[in-house]
């Protein structure tokens, strides 16, 4: 009897032993890698490699990548005669030397404008701005970048479309020439409209009357890209999966590009991710800021839970889940809409830990193995 408790006892350390061995080695990349691309936006200093930790990390949990701020126009093309490549350049080697879907953000877009491009008054001169631009950096990355944010957040929360200045330039014809001139330059490249809170109906009628218009016009649009920037009751499952649903219906893929939920209250109910709203804030309205309650870490897990659930139910509608950030101390939520306040709104926190909502969205695929 001795012999077998012991041998028991072996077979038992052994197994906690493989199991704990196997749990540290699986990622989320490799449990979804049958469903969808698993994404996340990196820094500068992400795509320079500056720390060896977050590296390690990415290239283990993440099979997709998006530049979070390098590729805006601002940043690219910051003097009209002028264009600077030397990040996006490496963002692109990075993609490639680890074997990642490459995603491009953003071609057009009204913020993070070079300050020469805001002062463009003319039709004739936007136009070739548009022209330029658009050719000179997706032809540039041809058959590199897999997939273009064409056009972003061109819609107002009414589903109307944005007085920018390419709409106030061009009209609306700007987003049918944007996503025309991006086919031209790289056939092969997979196209998205992006925006956030188009899972709204009011918005979400805008974006498919878009989507619809620009296709009707001869413009290549192979998918949605629905950003995600959500909150711990909000939106509905229901308003998320009738989205999906929708956009799919259209014949474009559905991609959800810079997923992160806040955890801190919001007494203006504001909602999306304008970088333009600011506000003063008071301690009450930074309620966290050492650590998450166990509490809340749940129900950020329930929440990630329920929306990986969701994903998967339509997994042959969805392309890519992205993340906004590889850890909560690297999120733009940090500082917006309040200066100053400590977010957590990602699955790793930011000594790149797992938290309990990364454990959740695994444990979706482990119980079904």
Not at 96 to 120: R, Y
């Amino acid at each position: 009897m001795k012999c077998i408790k012991t041998s028991l006892f072996a077979f038992t350390a052994l197994l906690t032993i493989s199991c704990t061995s196997q749990k540290e080695n699986a990622s989320l990349k490799d449990a979804y890698k049958d469903d969808f691309y698993i994404g996340t936006a990196l820094s500068a200093d992400q795509i320079e490699q500056k720390d060896q930790k977050e590296d390690s990390l990415i290239r283990k949990e993440f099979n997709a990548i998006t530049a979070e701020n390098i590729m805006k126009s601002m940043y690219t093309h910051p003097q009209k005669d002028k264009y600077d490549f030397a990040l996006s350049d490496k963002f692109v080697e990075y993609g490639e030397k680890n074997k990642m879907f490459i995603h491009g953000h953003t071609l057009i877009w009204h913020s993070q404008l070079a300050p020469w491009m805001e002062k463009i008054a003319d039709s004739t001169e936007m136009k070739a701005f548009m022209k330029d631009h658009i050719t000179t950096i997706v032809s540039k990355y041809k058959g590199r970048i897999d997939s273009w944010d064409v056009v972003n957040e061109a819609l107002n929360e009414d589903g109307t479309l944005r007085q920018s200045v390419f709409l106030k330039t061009l009209g609306e014809k700007y987003l049918v020439d944007a996503f025309k001139l991006a086919a031209k330059a790289d056939p092969k490249a997979e196209l998205y409209y992006n925006d956030y809170n188009i899972e709204e109906p009011a918005k979400r009628a805008g974006a498919i009357a878009l989507i619809k218009k620009i296709k009707a016009e001869g413009g290549k649009v192979d998918g949605v890209g629905i950003q995600g920037h959500w909150r711990l009751q909000s939106p509905s499952l229901e308003e998320i999966e009738k989205s999906i649903l929708e956009y799919s219906a259209l014949g474009v893929k559905v991609a959800f590009t810079e997923l992160d939920i806040t955890v801190l209250p919001n007494p203006w109910d504001l909602k999306g991710a304008d970088v333009n709203q600011n506000f003063e804030g008071s301690a009450k309205m930074n309620p966290y800021p050492k650590a998450l309650p166990d509490s809340i870490q749940n129900k950020l897990a329930e929440r990630y839970a329920s929306i990986f659930k969701l994903f998967l139910k339509h997994k042959d509608k969805i392309s890519r889940v992205t993340f906004w950030g590889v850890h909560d101390g690297q999120s733009w939520l940090n500082g917006w809409p309040i200066k100053g306040r400590t977010n957590y709104p990602l699955p790793f926190d930011k000594q790149l830990q797992h938290k309990p909502a990364y454990e959740s969205i695994l444990q979706l695929k482990e119980s079904k193995q």
